[in-house]
């Protein structure tokens, strides 16, 4: 009897070996440079990932293999923070006005129109969040802005604050399966989360307890890039809602 018992005990744990090897494949827990502020210098969908330049081999090929995209890399007006100065989906792309041509022709090259937003909140990763189905923008955005990034991303276009916040791209993070935001995030403002981008909604931190979700993650629809301050709680309610459970 106890043989058996045994027997099971082993199984049960080269199972969860397992189970544990799969879920961990979807995840890079990673730094750039040192810097656990992943999103601040990274963007991506399901199809290619921008990120800031001279980032190591080894960093640049974990973010591939997780995210399964191509990876570009990218400086807008010798900035390194891309993940904060450019907002896209599936379809376009809009950034801040001051990106150079020469930034705006290698986004073009990767087959998105291209906005580039004149507006006084032209921190674009900042102040907008957008995925395949709906876009939400900072509250105080001018209309004739978004009136153009309406027509660059080819969704609805919806002005809104996440926990009361204004910076909404920084507040949360969205894929086309799920929404991770602010932990302070109301009822309400979940409601319209929902609504705005067709996926369920959680709330959570990253980085060992930062309720700025859109500065230490990096998702699409088949992976994460985590910060390498985040815990093991804060990875399981990330896994859970960006659906990849």
Not at 13 to 29: E, L, T
Not at 74 to 87: C, H, P, Q
Not at 211 to 237: H, Q, Y
């Amino acid at each position: 009897m106890d043989d058996k018992k045994n027997e099971i005990a082993q199984k049960n744990i080269d199972i969860s070996k397992n189970i544990s090897f799969s879920k961990k494949s979807r995840f890079a827990v990673l730094n750039f440079n040192e810097n656990p502020n992943v999103g601040v210098f990274c963007r991506a969908n399901d199809d290619v990932v921008f990120v800031r330049k001279a980032l190591t081999k080894k960093v640049k090929s974990k973010i591939v293999e997780v995210l399964e995209t191509k990876l570009v890399e990218l400086s807008i007006a010798d900035a390194t923070i891309v993940g904060s100065l450019m907002a896209f989906n599936s379809t376009g792309v809009v950034v801040t006005d001051f990106v150079d041509i020469k930034a705006i022709k290698i986004i073009e090259n990767e087959g998105f129109n291209v906005c580039v937003i004149n507006d006084k909140l032209n921190a674009a990763g900042n102040d907008i969040l957008v995925n395949d189905y709906g876009c939400l923008v900072h509250p105080d955005m001018k209309q004739t802005s978004i009136d153009k990034i309406k027509n660059v991303f080819g969704v609805p276009v919806y002005r809104g604050t996440i926990a009361d916040l204004n910076t909404v791209g920084m507040a949360a993070v969205v894929t086309n399966k799920g929404i991770l935001c602010h932990p302070k995030t109301s009822d309400e403002e979940k409601h319209v989360l929902e609504k705005v981008f067709d996926v369920p909604v959680m709330i959570g931190t990253v980085n060992h307890g930062s309720p700025v979700i859109g500065s230490g993650l990096v998702a699409n629809t088949k992976g994460a890039i985590i910060g390498s301050l985040t815990t093991g709680i804060e990875m399981g309610r990330i896994e859970e809602a960006l659906g990849f459970l």
